[in-house]
């Protein structure tokens, strides 16, 4: 069924075919909208956000309409995962219907028993977001976290991953912007030593609240996969938009779950009038589009990620990008081949990482000092 519902996206994408006679693979699942720090980048800071957790109607509803054709849900959105008390039971859910899932923490809520729960789930990727090297610069962006708590949760939750030989794929991100450029190196080269973290991920802002001109004006070359493909963003209220970024643009819902269907949704015409903009090479005219910063795949990437099944693209997806970055800014691939809205110059680094060694000096004790220059023990 998944793979019947691929080829018929992938059809309508290539096609441009404004009604899809399909569901999307991925979805972005807010389950909590909660959050309990401050971070100036985040698009909650602009949309505030109600102290509310997806109520299980909500979620069940969809997990059940999408089951036959979803196979990954990234359980996040503008809230702290850790905050959704029932986010360990929202894991094991969407495994019982074939959804892998993914989520994102700001690690402040990563304490041991949290961490022993989480790795009994069958969580499958987990983002940790760090977004610095020194206590300074990452207290600066995550306001509200201890920098030493933050990180020594990190580090033993990537140690016991590796001690239990778990699959679950560990990706620490940092968010490149002007205050933390100057310790990409030293972020990388800490977190490479850290046993149980898979990949190292810096990327660029794509919300450029902190640099609100970086978003206009953009000039779209190809359709966006997005409005075939997914991830659909799914609000904790139920309210359904074509992307991530639609709500944080100020996007209108397309529809609300609880009280429609996926098809009538995804085939509804506001989605349909995007997709069929888009074909046209009008992107530009659609309010959030033409202020998206989101890097958008050329369309020879966007159809590759429906020919395999969405757990593969998510676990490829980092090389992709790091490949597609280095190798193809330019050439065959079109004008670069994710057509990132930042410049070349900028462009997002993304490390590839074996499984790091357990040396001793891996293992070694780090104090809570200011700039963690050794791993500190769990």
């Known amino acids: 069924m998944r793979a019947w519902n691929r080829a018929k996206l992938l059809w ?6 404004a009604r899809v006679p399909a569901l999307p693979v991925e979805y972005i699942v807010e389950t909590t909208a909660k ?11 602009t949309h505030p956000q109600p102290k509310e957790d997806m109520e299980e109607q909500t979620f069940q509803r969809l997990t059940d309409s999408a089951a036959a054709t979803a196979e990954h849900m990234m359980l996040i959105g503008l809230g702290e995962p850790l905050l959704d008390r029932r986010i360990f039971d929202r894991i094991h859910h969407c495994a019982r219907h074939g959804i892998s899932t993914l989520i994102s923490t700001n690690g402040t809520l990563l304490d041991e028993q949290a961490a022993e729960r989480l790795l009994s789930t069958p969580l499958e990727h987990i983002t940790l977001s ?12 995550r306001k509200g976290a201890r920098f030493e708590r933050v990180r020594d949760n990190f580090v033993r939750f990537c140690r016991m991953k ?5 699959k679950l794929q560990i990706v620490v991100q940092m968010v490149r912007m002007d205050g933390n450029r100057h310790e990409v190196e030293e972020f990388a080269r800490f977190w490479r030593a850290v046993p149980g973290v898979d990949l190292i991920r810096v990327k660029e802002d794509e919300t450029n609240l902190m ?31 074509p992307c991530c970024q639609s709500y944080m643009l100020d996007g209108e819902p397309l529809g609300n779950i609880n009280s429609q269907g996926l098809p009538e949704i995804f085939n509804g015409p506001a989605m349909m009038e995007m997709r069929r903009l888009h074909v046209a090479g009008r992107a530009g005219e659609i309010g959030i589009c033409s202020r998206c910063c989101t890097a958008i795949p050329h369309p020879i990437l966007a159809a590759g990620s429906l020919v395999l099944h969405g757990r593969v693209v998510r676990s490829l997806l980092p090389l992709i990008e790091r490949l597609a970055y280095r190798y193809f800014p330019k050439g065959y691939f079109g004008d670069g081949a994710l ?19 357990t040396s001793a000096s891996a293992r070694s004790s780090s104090s809570a000092d200011s700039t963690p220059t050794r791993t500190p023990d769990a």
């Open 12 to 17: 309508s994408f290539l096609r441009g075919h």
């Open 35 to 45: 959050c309990n720090i401050y971070c100036p980048m985040c698009p909650r800071e």
């Open 130 to 141: 760090f977004d610095g090297y020194s206590k300074e610069t990452f207290e600066f962006y």
């Open 162 to 166: 590796h001690e239990r030989k778990s």
């Open 211 to 241: 640099n609100p001109e970086a978003a206009k004006g953009r000039a779209w070359k190809h359709p966006c996969h997005y409005l075939w493909r997914g991830a659909m963003y799914v609000k904790h209220n139920g309210d359904v938009y």
């Open 339 to 357: 057509n990132p809205q930042t410049p070349a110059s900028t462009a997002p680094d993304l490390v590839q990482l074996k499984p790091p060694a």
